[in-house]
């Protein structure tokens, strides 16, 4: 199966073993809500009395990756990075920056997931830290929609780890041409479809909308 990332003027073509689709599974991070990893770094940086040239390039640090794989605690990870950079803030101001990095809902997205939620069954699937995650749960309400939750730091393992798409088919109960994946970058999508999802590459939210009406589940 080829990923989807179509105008919505393209032709739609639906084969009947697409109409079979009964789970859809997005990505959190640039496909539910916006996300702004650059300008908090900026904003670290200019706190930081060690290692300033190092900020830029933390976001996607091994030891932020750790984080995210559930290796450390919010506490431990917020004391190493003090440590490194010496920030000067204490644990809530630190949260209260870190959590910048987490935008507002993609346009139109909570209505898309309100629409869908009546047919489908609906997942996330997110590398993602637990600061972050619990941002998203007490700030955007459209987040509890969601049944089912596939996270990075429950997890022990970070997408596109196949082992993820396996736990989630098995936890679903299901089989990947039941599953509809939506991600915006381009290697979890090539190992979602290498393991027989159905897949949306969300460039942009209009490829979201467009893939969904071609597989005429919008």
């Known amino acids: 199966m080829l990923p989807i990332?179509?105008?919505?003027?393209?032709?739609?073509?639906?084969?009947?073993?697409?109409?079979?689709?009964?789970?859809?599974?997005?990505?959190?991070?640039n496909?539910?809500?916006?996300?702004?990893?650059?300008?908090?770094?900026?904003?670290?940086?200019?706190?930081?009395?060690?290692?300033?040239d190092k900020v830029a390039e933390f976001f996607l640090s091994k030891f932020h990756y750790d984080y995210m794989s559930g290796k450390y605690s919010s506490d431990e990870f917020y004391q190493k990075l003090n440590d490194t950079f010496q920030f000067g803030l204490d644990f809530p101001d630190f949260v209260s920056i870190w959590n910048k990095v987490i935008g507002?809902?993609?346009?139109?997205?909570?209505?898309?997931?309100?629409?869908?939620?009546?047919?489908?069954?609906?997942?996330?699937?997110?590398?993602?830290?637990?600061l972050h995650w619990n941002f998203c749960v007490q700030n955007y309400p459209f987040i509890s929609d969601?049944?089912?939750?596939?996270?990075?730091?429950?997890?022990?393992?970070?997408?596109?780890?196949?082992?993820?798409?396996?736990?989630?088919?098995?936890?679903?109960?299901?089989?990947?041409?039941?599953?509809?994946f939506v991600d915006d970058t381009y290697e979890n999508i090539i190992t979602a479809d290498e393991m027989g999802f159905f897949t949306i590459h969300a460039t942009n939210p209009g490829a979201v909308y467009a893939g969904l009406d071609q597989l005429k589940l919008f």
Do not use: W
């Open 31 to 52: 496909v539910l809500v916006n996300i702004h990893p650059k300008e908090v770094m900026e904003e670290f940086k200019h706190l930081c009395k060690k290692n300033k």
């Open 146 to 180: 969601f049944k089912h939750y596939f996270l990075s730091f429950d997890l022990g393992l970070r997408k596109p780890d196949k082992r993820i798409f396996q736990d989630m088919i098995e936890r679903l109960g299901t089989t990947p041409n039941k599953c509809l």
């Open 5 to 29: 990332a179509l105008m919505a003027d393209e032709p739609k073509l639906v084969r009947d073993e697409e109409r079979m689709i009964k789970h859809i599974i997005f990505d959190l991070g």
């Open 104 to 130: 507002k809902p993609k346009d139109g997205i909570e209505d898309v997931v309100l629409k869908l939620n009546s047919n489908f069954i609906l997942s996330i699937c997110s590398n993602t830290d637990p």
